[in-house]
């Protein structure tokens, strides 16, 4: 395979600098200097050296570029023991709280007509939504937004686990079109004093759900209830639709009610008139509210920058983001906590690097990046490494895995990612290198996942999954909508061409998914105690066709990435030839290889083939599966 160039990350060191000291009030100044002395050629990093203190919002402009590798500017804390912090948060003292009641019950109330508190938004599949909503903070810990069923106690492992409602009647999936939406959603009325109690709250009352598909969750708001035969029908706003259809069994919460208020770890916020609500109990002694978009800011065409062992939290939006194209931008050793969306954007650039952060609480993802150019192979030679990702897709549960990569040559190694409720990693491109990474505790609230996911391309070649653990990769909340499994990795839809090599799966529920795909390696792999070890099917011979076929979706992505021309000619020489060389059975997933992997099955019990692989191919395939130890102990 043409796996291309991958780079490891290297420790941070400065070896000589110009040094400017600045304090919370005295930045601003300091960067008006920086900016001055870069106006002249510079030989050495120029290292920004930030007290203990809190700092706001920074935006990080073009002319704070360093002017090359050895020429950077460096953000970092004077004191290891006690970092520079940069925040949006506004604190909220004792003082301002005071008692209110609210049917039959107190409260602790605080104003809020001086802060943005934002408002709350729907999305579709994987989308954020939670942007430009306050989240409330007690004692440096997220609280939950007030909600019925509540979330469960943090178990042995730090797992907080959804309750859900079902739905007991949904609409006829035949009328939901344009024209006609389907709208309404029936559960039963069991509990008529607490719906009731809803609808006295139907301006701000949202529902959360898995509506169709256990694996695809959003967010909506309702409009109206009515009560008929014993059922309630919740009205959805026409401006939020559900992400899919609706169906019986679909997992459902209510979200943002006073009345559910119940415990101290939750808030409320009346958004009318400005209130922040707490449960009677919590301790209001270190409340504050994220307040801000973003925390740091790097403009478009950054390059050369340091971000270095400082704290980075609070945030309605990203901590830390440059949604345009930066190189060379270092993120290095920083505790990133707190964020309404995700801890770091890169969305465009080149040698950039997120090395050695402490990242966790995210309402969704831990790290965005994506670098190089898949037409031209271009590698973006970026780095992820050696980061704790955890407690993400608080807000939007599914697609907003700890790290989102796309593009070419990106390396994303020796991280840990936990304690989240669907993907570890998920993306796509070329040549990229995923080793050395310990995924454990995900998928625990879907069906049908992965916590390495990636889906759906022919020419997303040169990738390798190497040396990796995945561990309790299990269901752990009931599901009822879809293929009822989830996956350590996941190869969906006839994806092709990954290098799944010398990974240890232990206590997964399917360690790997190979959904029809072509021209996989899956070797020199450990299971153990794995329902299924690994699944190699044939979708493409039935009901995932379509994509396969000539003028299909497989066929139009070879040919806008014009497979049939340099530089992919040598890198991937098979791809034009698919639809010649296997007899235009191009939906038959050929040439993969099982080869050399180590099922070990738990005390006791006697592993049998199906337990070790199950594969549901169609036709031969050419498929080899060679030197396979199956181990019985």
């Known amino acids: 395979m043409h796996l291309g160039k991958f780079v490891t990350a290297a420790t941070f060191a400065v070896s000589s600098s110009l040094e400017f000291d600045a304090t919370p009030q005295t930045l601003k100044s300091v960067l008006d200097n920086v900016r001055e002395v870069l106006k002249t050629e510079q030989s050495e990093d120029i290292l920004i050296k930030l007290s203990p203190g809190m700092f706001e919002p920074l935006t990080i402009t073009t002319d704070l570029s360093g002017q090359s590798s050895s020429s950077r500017v460096i953000f970092t ?34 104003d809020l007509s001086s802060t943005d508190v934002g408002s709350i938004s729907s999305g579709m599949l994987g989308a954020c939504g939670n942007v430009k909503h306050a989240d409330v903070f007690l004692n440096g810990e997220p609280l939950w937004l007030s909600r019925y069923p509540n979330v469960e106690p943090k178990n042995d492992k730090g797992l907080e686990l959804f309750n859900w409602m079902s739905l007991s009647k949904a609409c006829d999936p035949s009328i939901y079109n344009e024209s006609s939406p389907c709208f309404d ?131 309605q939006g990203d901590l830390i983001t440059c949604t345009g194209s930066s190189n060379s931008v270092h993120i290095t050793n920083n505790i990133l906590k707190n964020a309404g969306a995700n801890a770091i954007t890169l969305a465009d650039g080149m040698k950039n690097m997120i090395h050695g952060n402490e990242i966790k609480s995210l309402g969704c993802r831990g790290i965005n990046i994506a ?74 609230e879907a069906s049908d996942s992965g916590a390495f996911y990636v889906g759906r ?55 790997i998914l190979a959904g029809g795909g072509r021209d996989n390696e899956i070797s020199g792999n450990v299971f153990e105690n794995c329902d299924v070890s690994i699944n190699l099917d044939d979708r493409g011979l039935n009901w995932d066709s379509a994509n396969c076929v000539k003028g299909g979706t497989f066929d139009l992505d070879l040919q806008q990435m014009k497979v049939d021309q340099e530089p992919w000619v ?17 939906c038959t997933p050929f040439h993969n290889k099982i080869v050399n992997n180590v099922y070990k099955c738990g005390e006791g019990e006697e592993m049998d083939d199906d337990t070790a692989w199950q594969l549901f191919v169609g036709e031969e395939g050419d498929n080899v599966e060679l030197n396979n130890l199956v181990i019985g102990y």
């Open 570 to 586: 040598s890198a991937y020489p098979d791809l034009q030839h698919i639809f010649e060389d296997d007899a235009n059975k191009p």
């Open 185 to 315: 959603i029936e559960v039963s009325s069991d509990d008529t004093p607490r719906l009731n109690a809803w609808e006295d709250e139907i301006d701000h009352l949202w529902l959360h759900g898995f509506w169709e598909f256990d694996w695809a969750d959003n967010k909506v708001k309702i409009d109206s209830l009515t009560h008929q035969s014993g059922n309630t029908t919740f009205h959805i706003n026409q401006d939020t639709p559900r992400v899919y259809s609706a169906r019986e069994q679909a997992r459902f919460l209510a979200l943002n009610l006073l009345v559910e208020l119940d415990t101290v770890n939750e808030f409320f916020i009346d958004r009318v008139n400005s209130k922040l609500y707490l449960h009677e109990d919590a301790d209001v002694s270190n409340v504050v509210i994220s307040n801000a978009d973003n925390v740091i800011e790097i403009e478009d065409g950054v390059q050369n920058v340091v971000i270095n062992n400082l704290v980075v939290r609070y945030s």
């Open 371 to 444: 670098g190089g150019n898949r037409t031209t192979l271009t590698p973006s030679e970026s780095v992820v490494s050696n980061n704790n990702i955890s407690d993400y897709a608080r807000w939007t549960r599914t697609y907003n895995p700890a790290v989102s990569f796309n593009g070419v040559g990106i390396s994303i190694i020796e991280n840990e990612f936990s304690l989240a409720p669907h993907q570890g990693i998920s993306g796509g491109g070329n040549n990229h290198n995923i080793s050395g990474n310990d995924f454990h505790d995900l998928c625990f």
């Open 77 to 110: 804390s004077q004191d290891n023991e006690s970092k520079a912090e940069f925040n949006s948060a506004t604190p909220i003292p004792p003082s301002a709280f005071s008692l209110s009641s609210y049917k039959n019950r107190t409260f602790q109330t605080a």
């Open 457 to 511: 391309s022919w020419s997303m070649r040169g990738n390798s999954l190497s040396n990796n653990t995945f561990t309790r990769i299990r269901a752990l909340e009931e599901t009822y909508l879809g293929y009822m499994t989830v996956m350590g990795v996941y190869l969906d839809d006839e994806m092709s061409g990954w290098e799944v090599i010398n990974n240890t799966f232990v206590d997964v529920q399917q360690a």
